[in-house]
Every structure is written in C-alpha cells, then in structure tokens.
C-alpha cells in the first residue's frame, strides 16, 4: 500500500518560515501530481498548492509570494517552503498526491496532516 508521510509542521511566530516535507513510499508506477492542502479548525479543507508531473504549479491567492512548492523525484517527495507565515495560516497541513498505481489504475492518497500554528 501506499504510504504519505508528513513532518516539519510545528509552532512559529508571525512572519517567520517553516518547511514542511511529504515522502511517498510504496508501489506505483508514476506520480501524476503532489500538493498541499490545509484545513483551520471550524474550516473547510483548501487547496495551498500543487505541481504537476510536468512542473507546473498554482497556488491559492492567499499564499501566492510566500508559499513555494518543490519536489524531488528521486525521493518521491514534496515540500513546502512557508515564508513570511501569518496567524491565518495556522491549520493542519495535508499532504496529496495523485499516483499512478498501475497502468490503468490512479488513485489520490493523503497524508495524516501535521499541524502548523502561527503565533501572534
């Protein structure tokens, strides 16, 4: 099975950074697209970012300039570079990823989330 593991969530003050990784383990043929997304308490779960197979990236106005999604391939992994953090950021991060499991078989999978909290 396929397993996505989170880490580098935790507690920051306003207008600092913090850098969250997601490593996809298991079997599967390809990665169509890995992302971020955040749910705050009380809140529905948004999208922060994506990036594409073939590196595209969108990201969500809200984060746009201080948000940066990267990848390694080798690793099968994504991460999140959160700058200039703001007290409206602070929810749990979830980590996507849309695998390619077989060759006609494409399945998105999450990851537990890791929380980030933003002090004022």
């Known amino acids: 099975q396929v397993q996505l593991v989170e880490s580098g969530g935790g507690l920051v003050q306003a207008g600092g950074s913090l850098r969250l990784s997601c490593a996809a383990s298991?079997?599967?043929?390809?990665?169509?697209?890995m992302g971020w997304y955040r749910q705050a308490q009380g809140k529905q779960r948004e999208l922060v970012t994506t990036?594409?197979?073939?590196?595209?990236?969108n990201y969500a106005d809200s984060v746009k300039g201080r948000f940066t999604i990267s990848r390694d391939n080798a690793k099968n992994t994504v991460y999140l570079q959160m700058n200039s953090l703001k007290p409206e950021d602070t929810a749990v991060y979830y980590c996507?990823?849309?695998?390619?499991?077989?060759?006609?078989?494409?399945?998105?999978?999450w990851g537990k989330g890791t929380l980030v909290t933003v002090s004022s």
């Open positions: 996507n990823a849309d695998l390619k499991l077989t060759m006609r078989s494409r399945v998105d999978y």
């Open positions: 298991g079997s599967f043929l390809g990665i169509n697209a």
């Open positions: 990036i594409t197979v073939g590196g595209s990236t």
